[in-house]
Structures are given as C-alpha cells and as structure tokens.
C-alpha cells in the first residue's frame, strides 16, 4: 500500500511549523506569499479546465449527478451524523475538520489514476473529477455557511467575499485566458504541477505555524487522533460500499461503477487546504487535519482495490463483448438440441 510522497512533504512542512513558526514580520510576510499562491493555484485551474472536454462530458450526466451526490449530499449527511460522536471520539475543533472535510470537492488525479488501473471508464472520471472541482469552488463554500457558522472558527460573511475575490475570480480569469495560455499551460504541465504543490506545502505552513503560535495543539492528544482515524476508516467504508453497491442499483455497467467509486469516495487534498486557509482562518491547522489523514488513508485503500478490480475476469472487456457472449448463450439455450 503506498505511501504518497507529498503525504511526507507534508507532514515534514508541520514539523517545520512546529520548530520554526513564523512570528511577527515573518508571519505577514507567509500570510501574504500564501494569498497570492491560492490565488495564483486556482488561476492555474481555470487555465487546465478545458472547457469543451467539460462539455463533452455532459453526455454521460447521469453518472456526473451520481458522483456529485455522493461527494455534495451523502458525505455532508454522514458528516452530521458524526456530531453524535462528541465528545466521547472527537472534539468539537476535529468534528468541525471532518464535517469540512465531508464538503470539499472530489479528487481529479487520483480518481483517474486508480480508474485507470482498475479498467473502469477513465473519461467519464476526467469529467466527474473536473464537474466536481467547479461545483466545489461554489458549493463547498456555501455548504460551510449552512452547516459550520460561526462554529467553524473565524468563518463568516467576510469568508464567502473572500472565496470569491481569491478562488472564484482567479478561476473565471484563467478559463477567460485559456484560449492564449491554454497551450503553455498543457506544456509545462509538470513544471507547474509544481507549482501547484508549492503553493499547498505553503499554506500548511503558514496554516499550522499560526496553529502553533496560538498553542491550539495542545488540544489534541494521541487518543483523540486514533479516535479520528477510526471514525475516518469508517466513513470512507461507507462511502466506497455506498458508490459501488448503489451504482449497481442504479445500473451503470461496470466500467462506470468503478468511475463513480473512485470519484465519489475521494475528497480533494489540493482543493480543500486552500479553501480551509481562506475559511477557517487562525484555526485552520486543525481543520485541515482530518483532510490531510483522510487523504493518505483514501489513497492506501483505494490503491489496493483498484489492483483487485484489475484482476476481475470482468476487467477490459467492453460492453459489446458482454452482449455478444449474452447472444450466444441464448442462442445456445433456445437452439436445436443434438441427439
């Protein structure tokens, strides 16, 4: 079961939080790099998303829907229902990081890969990965303002006009510009992949070093950690039983079964620390907690079960081979029988 390397980038980054926190001068200084990497990561979005793929997408909505449930609705509930669990499993500052945690959007590149390596219908989640990202630039957002409130610590209407000023306008002027920017962006794909993980390793410091400065990790002991780690096994049990389970209810053949599971168990690492900085504030290092252990435990599993889809007798072969073998065993039990 791997273990993500960035996973390791960034828990070294909170051990840097913990030695050396940015104080004073310092901490403006990390407080102001780390605005305009949000900025500059979702400016980034906007310009990768292409818009026509977006479109073409649209064809397999039913699938899209089935996953944008999963990721808006049924990962919200179970998140209320957690409630019940404090203070005996978490306390209320975790329990706010896990129903964050339940509102952020899908994951794009996990979800590919694993579909990938499973056999499934890998287009179907580019586009459910990427629906699910947009949506979650709005949703994700107003979600927070509905179920955390003020609870959230620090959250407020000033909240949603930043959202807006640092997500959602450098989102729009990216896919404004992709049209001129679009094909650098495509080829320096790694390079600014990058980027992108620079700009999160820099908020998770600037997070967790105001965390540290604040003394907010005193809060949290080994007991209330493996707490959250139990209540986190379950939740992404329920949901990956729930995607797949459901998506055979719903018929989707199994190429999109494994799509919608990949896609609508996941939660975005790299969409939800920005987010989190911006919502959360001073008490950001905690809510982002339950993400990042949530991420790795997600990745580990998934990992395993995609090698197992992999190995189905059912795996790579296309609908049109199924009905051809289901014509021929009909034909076969309707025909003539030989003496």
Request: charged fraction near 15%; include cysteine.
């Amino acid at each position: 079961m791997p273990i993500d390397p960035y996973i390791l980038l960034l828990l070294g980054t909170v051990g840097l939080a913990a030695l050396l926190p940015a104080r004073g001068t310092a901490a403006d200084v990390a407080s102001g790099a780390s605005t305009a990497a949000i900025a500059f990561l979702f400016f980034l979005y906007g310009a990768r998303l292409s818009t026509r793929e977006a479109m073409d997408g649209l064809r397999h909505w039913r699938l899209h829907v089935t996953v944008l449930a999963c990721t808006f609705l049924v990962f919200p509930l179970l998140g209320l229902a957690a409630r019940g669990l404090v203070p005996v499993f978490l306390t209320d500052p975790l329990y706010q990081g896990l129903l964050f945690l339940t509102l952020v959007p899908s994951t794009i590149q996990s979800s590919i890969a694993f579909t990938s390596i499973a056999r499934g219908n890998v287009p179907a989640a580019i586009c459910a990965g990427s629906f699910s990202s947009l949506a979650g630039i709005v949703l994700t957002p107003l979600l927070a303002a509905a179920l955390l409130g003020n609870d959230g610590g620090g959250f407020s209407a000033d909240s949603l006009v930043k959202i807006v000023l640092q997500l959602l306008v450098p989102f729009l002027a990216g896919q404004l510009l992709r049209r001129w920017i679009g094909g650098f962006v495509t080829r320096h794909k790694r390079v600014l992949g990058y980027v992108d993980r620079g700009s999160i390793l820099l908020v998770v410091y600037t997070a967790f070093s105001e965390g540290m400065v604040r003394g907010i990790w005193h809060q949290v002991s080994a007991v209330r950690l493996a707490g959250l780690l139990a209540v986190e096994a379950v939740l992404l049990a329920v949901m990956l039983a729930l995607t797949w389970y459901g998506s055979k209810a719903l018929r989707f053949g199994r190429e999109d079964r494994i799509a919608i599971q990949f896609a609508g168990s996941k939660k975005s690492l790299a969409s939800g620390l920005p987010m989190a900085s911006v919502l959360f504030g001073a008490h950001a290092s905690l809510a982002v907690l339950p993400l990042m252990l949530f991420h790795q435990m997600q990745l580990m599993v998934c990992a395993v079960i995609a090698r197992r889809r992999a190995r189905d007798p059912e795996a790579g072969r296309t609908p049109a081979d199924r009905e051809r073998d289901e014509a021929a065993r009909t034909a076969v039990g309707t025909g003539p029988r030989s003496g």
